[in-house]
């Protein structure tokens, strides 16, 4: 299979309640990173994972945390769900370190109520 | 870190026009300048890069010109369709080597036919 697949694509969450969202790398890809895109804004760095260890974060707070598991799946974590992490969650995978070449998935939209 | 700012935020043309778009970023050792486009639903798609030896790229329709001087890189889009409706972004890396991006906040292009 080809591509950057998450899930879900939707998600509704209440203020102070926890989430994970999955994402699914494509082929051969075995780092991945995870993008916070608010409504209207570019996206917004929130941490990379490179054969599962974390190598590099944004200006995000440890409530968000990440996993890479060994067949380079990932998922994002957030605890203590705010009302501004409303936002799309986009995950991105590349060949490796040093290589810009993203793909995208589609993002999960979360809203927090 | 690299800070990236793009204009114009929303651009109409008609069906036929050329459309530009403009960045600048900080950071005079950055070297990689991509151009995502994001449709409605969709994560954001690589459609041309350009990396800082060279200054201009072509790939049919659509271009990118890097003035390194200056520190800014534009994206030319010729005889523009209404397909080419979408919301675009430029990135640099968050530091040289890097392969983490930061992002513009985005251009939304409208098309009419």
């Known amino acids: 299979e080809t591509g950057v697949t998450q899930s879900p694509t939707h998600l509704i969450k209440t203020r102070g309640q926890q989430v994970t969202l999955r994402c699914s790398s494509q082929?051969?890809?075995?780092?991945v990173s995870w993008y916070q895109q608010a409504l209207g804004q570019g996206p917004q760095f929130i941490f990379q994972?490179?054969?599962?260890?974390?190598?590099g974060r944004g200006n995000f707070p440890p409530r968000f945390s990440g996993l890479q598991f060994p067949n380079y799946s990932s998922e994002l974590n957030v605890n203590a769900l705010e009302l501004d992490d409303s936002a799309l969650y986009l995950c991105?995978?590349?060949?490796?370190?040093?290589?810009?070449?993203?793909?995208f998935g589609s993002g999960t939209r979360l809203t927090v109520v | 870190g690299e800070n990236v700012e793009q204009h114009p935020s929303t651009l109409s043309v008609q069906e036929g026009d050329s459309a530009v778009i403009k960045c600048t970023y900080s950071?005079?050792?950055?070297?990689?300048f991509p151009w995502y486009k994001q449709e409605l639903g969709k994560g954001p798609q690589l459609i041309i890069d350009?990396?800082?030896?060279?200054g201009e790229k072509k790939d049919q329709r659509i271009a990118v010109t890097l003035n390194k001087t200056a520190k800014h890189f534009s994206l030319h889009i010729t005889e523009t369709q209404p397909e080419d409706s979408a919301v675009y972004f430029c990135?640099?890396?968050?530091?040289?080597?890097?392969?983490?991006?930061?992002f513009g906040k985005g251009t939304m292009l409208l098309v009419s036919p």
């Open positions: 991105a995978s590349s060949s490796g370190q040093g290589d810009y070449g993203y793909t």
């Open positions: 082929s051969g890809h075995n780092t």
């Open positions: 994972y490179y054969r599962e260890e974390e190598n």
């Open positions: 950071d005079s050792a950055s070297n990689y």
């Open positions: 350009i990396r800082s030896n060279v």
């Open positions: 990135a640099a890396p968050v530091s040289p080597g890097y392969s983490t991006l930061t």
